[in-house]
């Protein structure tokens, strides 16, 4: 890869990045000196100035990594990234221009390493993308995985009022809006799992309250409680859920406090074997042998 790049105090100013590669880990420093700041439009091909060779941008760019160094974000630095699926970045960036995001509607995991946090950027980036995704804090000793679900505004006309009222479809707005002082509060995102019930996907809700009861990163035994009930009451759709991505370790973890009934482990063996899911089909006999046994044949003189 080639930098184009802007020196000022001592620091670098990444303004453009040119090569082939679809996934992209920019470098904490060049020239001995740290990479700081990314320019507007680093990665996007709407870029007022013309290159003169092949530049990593809009299409091409599917993965993105920054380093620690990283503290600002130029505005629409990834506009009409439109295959970008994955960025890892520092939760000490603490300016993140407006537009940096937008375009980018296969954004579909972010990753904050959340150490020695000087800013708090994982709320601004949340902000940015308004559909599903999932997030990751990576601390030193633990990662803790978070689901957003979507959301969409609407600008709805107040007639008497004579003005314009912004209205919020999804839970995905107030799902965003867990931080305080820029600290996110576990304790308000369980809160809204409610919401996102009678909002969201039955799919998206048993992905989230298995990701919740699997990690437990501040998990209080009342949230604990409340996941474990919405999955114990759609059994069946989390084992079907299961089978469908075949998630075999987190079958195997809802056996653990699901009393699954024999014709339920019955039907769900069928399920496994009719969509070739051998080793969740295996592991299902195994479960239905070893807690209802072989019934013996009883015979009527």
């Known amino acids: 890869m080639e930098f184009e790049y802007e020196v000022k105090d001592g620091e670098i100013l990444l303004k453009r990045i040119y090569g082939s590669e679809e996934r992209v880990a920019v470098p904490a420093q060049i020239e001995g000196l740290p990479v700081t700041a990314l320019a507007p439009y680093i990665f996007s091909q709407a870029r007022r100035e013309p290159d003169q060779k092949a530049a990593i941008c809009g299409n091409q760019v599917k993965e993105i990594l920054l380093p620690d160094s990283i503290r600002e974000i130029g505005g629409y630095a990834f506009y009409g ?150 999955l114990m009451e759609h059994r069946m759709s989390a084992a079907g859920w299961c089978i469908e991505f075949e998630q075999n370790e987190i079958l195997e973890f809802l056996t653990g406090f699901i009393d699954w009934r024999e014709e339920e482990l019955s039907d769900l063996i069928e399920e496994a074997n009719q969509k070739g899911r051998l080793e969740i089909q295996s592991f299902l006999m195994d479960y239905k042998h070893q807690h209802f046994g072989k019934k013996k044949k009883t015979f009527d003189l």
């Open 81 to 230: 990234c439109y295959y970008l699926e994955a960025l890892t970045i520092t939760h000490r960036t603490r300016d993140i221009a407006g537009g940096a995001f937008t375009g980018c509607h296969h954004l579909k995991k972010l990753t904050f390493r959340m150490d020695q946090a000087e800013g708090y950027c994982m709320k601004d980036v949340l902000s940015e993308v308004h559909h599903e995704l999932k997030a990751s804090m990576v601390y030193k000793d633990r990662i803790c995985t978070l689901l957003f679900p979507e959301y969409y505004e609407e600008a709805v006309e107040n007639t008497p009022a004579r003005m314009l009222e912004t209205q919020f479809h999804g839970s995905g707005y107030s799902y965003r809006q867990c931080f305080q002082d820029g600290v996110f509060q576990f304790g308000e995102y369980d809160r809204l799992f409610q919401e996102a019930q009678n909002l969201e996907s039955e799919d998206f809700c048993i992905e989230l309250a298995v990701t919740r009861l699997m990690e437990k990163e501040q998990l209080s035994r009342d949230a604990e409680g409340v996941y474990q009930s919405y």
